[in-house]
């Protein structure tokens, strides 16, 4: 599958390293280094797939012979810590073939490279069939119009003028020095070495101890220079790279992409694995153990490990969303009974009400009549139970027990003797009690 891969790194002396050493191992060549007198033979190298040296107009025609280039790049920089070139590594889509990768290749180089006005030497590699990458090596010095190095750094001599420090190249200062700007050198006051002008120290009688005016530490940087060595630019080219692998890609209908962003901007916690290299993996091929691999293998667990992780998470928040409408329906239902409830013994309140006062309304009648019957017994005595008949009758109605129409009053009259004679053969006591008996 396609993937991403993209290294920067800088050619420099600092690091033990020359660009035409580079220069032969990417090409799988013979090169010799006119600066230190060493030859970098790699024809024994296997892997080369293709090779190629692009050029701006304003460069030197000869310079298509990789040599002549590089030598002239290590001829123009002086110092045992210059920056010769710098080097990008590409991994190339394995969905492509051999003829699509080079196109795509040099379609990148020569838009972000070569019309930017570098020089840029290349080559892809594909070693065992399944890693294909790329070498780009490319010049830092930007180039004249006559085809001559530009600088990379220009001194910067800071000067004064009433107080206030500014910094000027040469060409600059010649200006500056017509509005009143003077350079600034070392003079010796007491024991102590001062900065300050010309003027000033002539005045008060100081010697000037050193001959090199003041100067920025590292001059002014070609704005060129600057803008390629740029943190800015150089995501640029890290994006274009995999702007141009998914054309590329589209173009052949290959449904497959790639992103130069980071796992973290791409919101992915995952740990990226390191490259390998060839060297690592022959190394495992024939049965060693090689760091980068191993590191790549426990990479690849910890990955496993939290994918797993993530997916137990994702079961576990998915069973809770599931459940949150269960649970939201059985809460309505509860709060639907305790609505219910409430109304219910809302309404039995009410009706307890209803009753109390029809209750309140009832009382004083039935009191009055239990008044009126505690009267007729005073009054008649043993002869109220006779006149209950009427009574009866109507409570038989009202409780609609018996049909009052139908009452016979002779067999009441026959109970009541029957009664009467029951009581007469009673104790003294109950007899004297006889006439509270009711039918």
Not at 19 to 48: E, F, P, W
């Amino acid at each position: 599958m396609a993937i991403y891969h993209m290294q920067a790194k800088v050619v420099s002396r600092g690091s033990g390293r020359s660009a035409v050493a580079a220069s032969a191992y990417m090409s799988c060549s013979r090169m010799y280094n006119d600066y230190d007198g060493i030859q970098h033979d790699y024809t024994r190298k296997h892997g080369l797939i293709y090779q190629e040296v692009l050029l701006p107009p304003m460069a030197s025609p000869e310079w298509k012979d990789r040599e002549q280039l590089w030598n002239a790049v290590e001829a123009a920089e002086k110092t045992k810590d210059s920056r010769l070139a710098r080097e990008f590594v590409v991994a190339l889509p394995v969905e492509l073939d051999k003829d699509s990768n080079i196109s795509l290749l040099k379609d990148f180089i020569q838009k972000n490279f070569v019309d930017m006005g570098m020089c840029a030497d290349f080559a892809i590699h594909d070693t065992d069939g399944h890693n294909p990458h790329a070498h780009i090596l490319l010049t830092v010095r930007p180039l004249n119009e006559n085809g001559t190095w530009q600088y990379k750094t220009e001194k910067e001599y800071l000067c004064i003028k009433n107080g206030e420090e500014k910094g000027f190249t040469a060409t600059e200062f010649k200006a500056a020095q017509k509005d009143g700007w003077e350079k600034q050198y070392r003079y010796k006051v007491g024991k102590k070495k001062v900065y300050m002008t010309a003027s000033v120290a002539q005045e008060k009688g100081y010697d000037r101890i050193d001959k090199h005016p003041k100067s920025s530490r590292y001059g002014r940087q070609n704005p060129i220079s600057e803008q390629w060595n740029s943190d800015e630019q150089l995501c640029i080219w890290r994006a274009n790279w995999a702007d141009t692998v998914n054309e590329m890609l589209a173009h052949n209908q290959i449904n497959a992409s790639i992103d130069h962003r980071s796992f973290a901007d791409q919101g992915i916690t995952e740990q990226p694995t390191i490259h390998e290299g060839y060297i690592a993996q022959n190394m495992e091929k024939k049965g060693m153990i090689a760091d980068r691999c191993e590191i790549n293998r426990q990479i690849r667990a910890d990955n496993q490990m939290l994918r797993e992780l993530k997916a137990q998470v994702e079961k576990l928040a998915q069973a809770v969303k599931n459940s949150i409408p269960v649970i939201a329906e059985t809460m309505e239902t509860i709060r639907n009974h305790m609505i219910f409830t409430q109304y219910h013994l809302l309404h039995n309140e009410m009706q307890k009400e209803v009753i109390h006062d029809w209750m309140n309304h009832f009382n004083p009648i039935l009191n009055k009549y239990n008044t009126v019957k505690k009267e007729l017994k005073g009054m008649f005595g043993k002869y109220y139970d006779y006149h209950r008949r009427d009574i009866a009758a109507n409570e038989v109605d009202y409780l609609n027990v018996e049909d009052p129409d139908v009452f016979s009053h002779r067999a009441w009259e026959l109970e009541y003797q029957r009664k009467q004679e029951m009581r007469r053969n009673q104790p003294v006591r109950s007899k004297k009690r006889s006439h509270d008996m009711e039918l």
